[in-house]
């Protein structure tokens, strides 16, 4: 959050990101440490924010696979986004669901992890984006503060997401150049910036393709993906 809390407000909230390789951004996932989320919460957040609760604030299997499955399944329908559509991300624990992959597999989207400490240079929010979000973030805490407005969990949804879609709709061709330049769409293997890799993992080369198909209801879909080796 940017700022030091004390007594019960050192808690984690948790937003997760999704964007995509033409510029637009889904509606985000927020956690927040609670059972259930209280109604003065609730009442903060936009309604185009999908909000949900983890024990610890930090997003995990069950969470991923409600926004996955529901909440990101449900704006690729209404937005005739065709499918199998690739969703990029690290290999956290949490992507490593048998429920997840198989369940996100037969609704045509496909999960798949960047190699291991490659984000650096192949994740676009990393890439590009987190890094002046945080910094505008910064400052915008400190200009709550100067107002006297302190942030805890009942009203984070409510400063929080005002700043973020108002940053998003601004970076809007930053997004699309992230992408680009990470070799992800258009997929290029050699765009990324390999320098930027320590020496022992410059080694790492783009090998043959793998095969594989998604099943979804009457209909196979096939992609191909390249694979990463040393």
């Not at 709550?144 to 970076?171: A, C, P, Q, R, V």
Request: one cysteine or more; aromatic letters at 10%.
């Amino acid at each position: 959050m940017g700022q030091v809390a004390i007594g019960n407000e050192k808690s984690n909230i948790t937003v997760l990101a999704t964007i995509c390789g033409n510029g637009k951004w889904l509606p985000p996932l927020m956690l927040l440490p609670y059972k259930r989320l209280p109604s003065s919460v609730v009442e903060k957040i936009p309604d185009w924010v999908i909000a949900g609760t983890s024990p610890s604030g930090w997003i995990n299997s069950e969470s991923l696979y409600e926004y996955l499955c529901n909440a990101f399944d449900k704006w690729l329908t209404d937005d005739s986004v065709e499918r199998p559509v690739i969703v990029w991300s690290d290999w956290h624990s949490t992507r490593l669901n048998y429920h997840t992959i198989s369940e996100t597999l037969e609704r045509g989207i496909v999960l798949l992890g960047l190699p291991k400490n490659t984000t650096h240079i192949m994740q676009p929010l990393d890439t590009h984006l987190f890094g002046p979000l945080k910094a505008r973030w910064k400052e915008t805490v400190a200009s709550l503060s100067f107002e006297d407005i302190e942030l805890k969990k009942d009203n984070f949804g409510e400063h929080f997401f005002k700043f973020y879609e108002t940053f998003m709709n601004e970076h809007s061709g930053v997004i699309s150049k992230s992408f680009k330049d990470t070799g992800l769409c258009p997929l290029n293997p050699d765009r990324p910036r390999y320098t930027k890799l320590k020496s022992k993992e410059k080694g790492c080369r783009a090998t043959e393709g793998v095969e594989f198909k998604v099943p979804i209801k009457e209909t196979d879909w096939k992609l191909r993906v390249r694979k990463v080796s040393r």
